[in-house]
């Protein structure tokens, strides 16, 4: 067998269809994923009204939007994998939908810092049953050779949401008020709910085609045992710190630098920025696919240039400040290249890790993305916008959101170190299935 033509740690099935049925279910599962982007990013288009009803400082802002939500989530996500890991999938999933869009409307009657905190973190834990389930449950419907397309697919959910959360959202707030606008998500939440409990079916737990023993299972310690899955973590946490820290702000930022409303930001930011999140999506799980099935490192080479290429790409854009469509362009192109992360990293993860533990897998993916690196990097931003202020007075968030760009290059380092593992992993099989056929050679 020769190592390069493998896919590690499971070897390729023969057919890469899925049926319309598995489809549909990946299309639902989307969704759910849009849910939870409109619940994380929704509060971003509302800062600058926060701060005009309820009188939020930058760092309350930065608390609330960062470690309230995001650390909450990443916490919650690991004991509610375990339950997802042993029991329905879907039933998981639906109830933290009816959690999250419970608190969504606590949060609508909110009359100050703490009531506004407090919907947030009962949000997160809604939400936090939402992704580890789901990605175990794709993994149940799908095969190595169809689940980065699938990841894809699926994660066109966080463009979807994202691009609701601010062009729908910021046009709510501007006409109705940001109360109506996280009512009406609420209301949203409650209808995917019943649309998961009611038309998808949890597939149980069976391994892939090939698979071999000694994955990674539901633990923490056999996951960071792994070098490959521990270099993806490491890298995807430097990523979400760096990229969510500029996520969350860029609406804010916005409105400060160029002076523009929300419904013109979440229009022209929201728009750009999801159609291009869109497309970045989807070339990585594509392109992702296409790469695997001929060295499975390479995929993670890939995603170490283009983190690169962002990275030099979103420090030009903050070096404009009166030629907004020039940052469009420009921040737009960025959060292309950063998008290619998300299918190829959670889709490696399932395939790398025991079908019994895959939903833990992804939790602690979860909570080194979401709860140590965005929400670090969103309460960061904010300490940092209010530190700069006096020396850099209203271009304070501008130079804050400069300082977290350079995080990216450690996220290029780490994606570079799982290549590397990965293709040692390879070699590695390789030399131990050459073995066994000798030793089966011998016993003959």
């Known amino acids: 067998m020769n190592a ?14 899925m049926g319309l049925y598995g489809w549909y279910v990946i299309v639902a599962l989307m969704l759910c994923e849009a849910v939870s982007a409109l619940g994380a990013k929704l509060p971003f288009i509302l800062v600058e009204s926060l701060k005009a009803d309820l009188h939020f400082s930058d760092t309350q802002i930065g608390l609330i939007t960062g470690p309230a939500y995001s650390l909450t989530f990443a916490i919650a996500a690991l004991p509610l994998a375990k339950i997802a890991d042993k029991y329905l999938r879907t039933r998981v999933i639906s109830i933290s939908i009816l959690v999250w869009a419970a608190f969504m409307a606590l949060g609508s009657m ?28 794709i993994s149940g419907y799908t095969t190595p050779v169809t689940r980065p397309k699938a990841m894809a697919i699926y994660s066109l959910g966080t463009a979807f949401g994202s691009i609701a959360a601010l062009v729908v959202g910021g046009y709510i707030a501007d006409t109705y008020g940001w109360r109506a606008a996280l009512q009406i998500a609420a209301v949203g939440g409650v209808l995917v709910s019943v649309v998961i409990a009611t038309t998808i079916r949890d597939p149980g ?86 790469l695997a099935k001929r060295r499975f490192s390479n995929t993670f080479r890939m995603l170490a240039i283009v983190f690169l290429v962002a990275a030099l790409i979103q420090f030009a854009s903050l070096m404009v400040t009166e030629n907004y469509p020039l940052f469009l362009g420009l921040t737009a192109a960025s959060i292309l290249f950063v998008a290619f992360y998300f299918a190829p990293t959670y889709a490696a993860v399932q395939s ?27 309460f960061i931003v904010g300490l940092l916008s209010d530190f700069f202020r006096s020396y850099a007075g209203d271009d304070s968030l501008r130079w804050a959101l400069i300082t977290m760009t350079f995080i990216k290059f450690g996220a290029v380092w780490h994606y570079y170190l799982a290549a590397r593992a990965v293709d040692k992993m390879e070699a590695d099989y390789a030399i131990l299935d050459e073995a066994e056929r000798k030793l089966t050679g011998n016993q003959t």
């Not at 896919?7 to 890469?16: N, R």
């Not at 633990?219 to 490491?234: E, H, M, V, Y």
């Not at 400060?256 to 989807?282: M, N, P, Q, Y």
């Not at 897998?361 to 979860?366: C, D, G, N, P, S």
């Open 352 to 378: 790398l890790s025991d079908p019994s533990g895959r939903s833990f897998a992804a939790a602690v993916t979860l909570f080194a993305v979401n709860g140590i690196g965005i929400a670090s990097g969103a």
């Open 110 to 137: 909110a009359q100050g810092v703490a009531t506004f905190g407090l919907s947030r973190i009962g949000g997160a834990v809604g939400d936090a049953g939402l992704s580890p389930a789901t990605h175990s449950l």
């Open 4 to 17: 390069t033509d493998q896919v590690v740690p499971e070897t390729p099935v023969e057919s890469d269809r």
């Open 205 to 290: 737990r069976k391994g892939d085609v090939g698979a071999r023993a000694g994955l990674p299972k539901g633990n923490l310690k056999s996951i960071l045992g792994s070098a490959p899955i521990r270099n993806i973590i490491i890298g995807g946490m430097l990523m979400g710190l760096s990229a969510g820290a500029f996520d969350r702000w860029a609406p804010a930022y916005i409105m400060r630098t160029f002076d523009l409303s929300a419904t013109v930001t979440g229009a022209s930011f929201g728009g750009v920025a999801g159609l291009t999140g869109i497309s970045g999506l989807l070339l990585g799980g594509f392109v992702g696919s296409w």
